[in-house]
């Protein structure tokens, strides 16, 4: 029987979810192996992943934000903060142009402990990148983009109450 169009879109789409879950799982396998070696909770490397990137970005965080973008309490996220500032992952720092304002940085330890664990998985990366064309990263770049901000919109969304659901 012959495929129409339609068929070999719908299969590719269903392989595109099956090998994103696989990523997912595996890329899941990789933090809690990196979080094992440095003791660290769940949350503690989310918090440790969001400093690094918006130290990148030119943004150090807060502990308010680090707190939003985590869905914790101000005294969860000073836990983690704490807890993270023992380990040497990070350091509070008052801002250089409001002394009422800390800001988290990612400490040049965890950068070398990052290099050191990350590195191998770097250089995979690249083995893998090289293999496509500009034009084709282009479209994965804007393709993860894209699902990233799908999931961050389904985790929002499916932690809020069901306003359907029957009261308890």
Known sequence: MPT???????????EIVT?????????????????QTQNLAHTDLDALLFV???????TPATPGRIADALGLTSGAVTGVIDRLVRAG????????HDRRI???????HAQRVARGFFAPLGRLTDDVMAGY???????VTRFLGDMGVAM?????TASEPDPAAPLS
């Open 4 to 14: 129409t169009p339609e068929d070999a879109r719908r299969r590719l789409r269903a």
């Open 19 to 35: 090998r994103l879950q696989v990523l997912t799982t595996e890329s899941r396998h990789v933090a809690q192996a990196f979080s």
């Open 52 to 58: 690094m990137h918006e130290e990148a970005a030119g």
């Open 89 to 96: 992952h990070v350091e509070r720092r008052r801002d250089e």
């Open 102 to 108: 800390v800001r988290v940085h990612y400490s040049e």
């Open 133 to 139: 064309t500009a034009d084709e990263l282009d479209v």
């Open 152 to 156: 961050g919109e389904q985790a929002r």
